[in-house]
């Protein structure tokens, strides 16, 4: 059996790592919003970005990197939240912020099952317009003209907007988590603290919610 301190520094560390690449994908999530939302620019912008990021030659170091911090922040949120299971009742997705009793809610409590059902979102995501079929426009791969044939099955824009809203839950708790694990869980600050969380989560989530309602009803080129 382990020390009773090894154990708990073992358990910090892993929060730590935890918050640190749930921080570094939400930061992808707002730079990926940013560059999707050019597709309301035309497809000469679009495939236009789209083409200087995969000629990058950076681009394949990034996404294995981003690819790695993904598998870790699943790995190790799979491990912690079995352990907890086992270990005891109080799951540790249940916030204690410094300053106030601590709150159960649905997207704390959902936690580790909205984030199963992302990481089966994002494969298929990525298999889907990183690998899916596209025409040639101007030399170029229209990845624009496959985000709207895509979007142009309803069934693909019903899947994405329930994936898109539990990314929405999984966020409203997961930034403000996030921070109470790094230290930031100061008792004046956690209000501003758990605001900002929701306002991230729907604004990131509320954005690609729209892209694929856009396109479904736009139904062609801008």
């Given at each position: 059996m382990?020390?009773?301190?090894?154990?708990y520094?073992?358990?910090?560390?892993?929060?730590?790592?935890?918050a640190l690449?749930?921080?570094?994908?939400?930061?992808y999530?707002?730079?990926?919003?940013?560059?999707?939302?050019l597709?309301?620019?035309g497809?000469?912008?679009?495939?236009g970005?789209a083409?200087?990021?995969?000629?990058?030659?950076?681009?394949i170091?990034v996404?294995?990197?981003l690819a790695?911090?993904?598998?870790?922040?699943?790995?190790?949120?799979i491990a912690?939240?079995w352990?907890?299971?086992g270990?005891?009742p109080e799951?540790?997705?249940?916030t204690r912020?410094a300053g106030g009793?601590?709150?159960?809610s649905?997207?704390?409590?959902?936690?580790?099952?909205t984030?199963?059902?992302l990481?089966?979102?994002?494969?298929?995501?990525?298999?889907?317009?990183k690998?899916?079929?596209?025409?040639e426009?101007?030399g170029?791969?229209?990845?624009?003209?496959?985000?709207f044939?895509?979007?142009?099955?309803?069934l693909?824009?019903?899947?994405?907007e329930?994936?898109l809203?539990?990314?929405?839950?999984?966020?409203?708790?997961?930034?403000?988590?996030?921070?109470?694990?790094l230290?930031?869980d100061?008792?004046?600050?956690?209000?501003?603290?758990?605001l900002?969380g929701?306002?991230?989560a729907?604004?990131?989530?509320?954005?690609f919610?729209?892209?694929p309602?856009?396109a479904?009803?736009v139904?062609?080129?801008a």
């Amino acid at each position: 059996m382990k020390p009773r301190w090894n154990a708990y520094s073992s358990t910090v560390a892993e929060k730590l790592l935890i918050a640190l690449t749930g921080l570094a994908l939400l930061l992808y999530l707002v730079v990926h919003l940013i560059g999707n939302s050019l597709l309301f620019l035309g497809p000469d912008l679009f495939n236009g970005y789209a083409h200087a990021l995969i000629s990058n030659p950076l681009i394949i170091p990034v996404e294995l990197g981003l690819a790695a911090i993904f598998v870790l922040h699943v790995w190790k949120t799979i491990a912690m939240w079995w352990r907890n299971r086992g270990a005891r009742p109080e799951s540790y997705y249940k916030t204690r912020w410094a300053g106030g009793p601590s709150r159960k809610s649905v997207a704390s409590t959902t936690m580790i099952y909205t984030g199963a059902l992302l990481a089966v979102f994002i494969v298929l995501h990525v298999r889907s317009f990183k690998y899916g079929p596209a025409a040639e426009l101007a030399g170029k791969r229209d990845l624009y003209g496959l985000v709207f044939g895509f979007f142009h099955n309803p069934l693909n824009v019903v899947l994405y907007e329930i994936c898109l809203v539990l990314l929405g839950f999984h966020l409203w708790h997961g930034f403000s988590s996030a921070v109470e694990s790094l230290g930031g869980d100061e008792p004046r600050a956690t209000p501003k603290v758990l605001l900002l969380g929701k306002v991230l989560a729907i604004v990131l989530a509320g954005g690609f919610v729209f892209i694929p309602l856009w396109a479904f009803f736009v139904g062609g080129r801008a």
